[in-house]
């Protein structure tokens, strides 16, 4: 048995790379915000100043609306009325010798 190598089998190889690297030489990021504007907003929210935690470009915290559901009973089943059509027709004939 043999096995060749190709190149799809070789850029597969190279984005994996690529994606071992960027994934451990990266910074992590908890919400798409680094560490010290986490400060901020927690240091914000409490009340207090972290002498190290002002960023140099505070973001203001929004406003959200709340919705509160309920669990309720779902259908299974749907019905559905419709037509089925052959996409062709084709004539069957026997054929007798002589």
Partial sequence: MTFTIKGSHIL??????????WMYGGKVEIGGQNNTELQAVASDADGAKAPDAEP????????VNVVKL???????????RGRTKADATIPVRSETAG
């Fill in 70 to 80: 309920a669990i309720e009973q779902r259908r299974q089943t749907v019905n559905v």
């Fill in 56 to 63: 140099a470009n505070k973001t203001e915290l929004f406003r």
């Fill in 12 to 21: 597969a190889l190279l984005i994996t790379i690529g994606i071992g690297f």
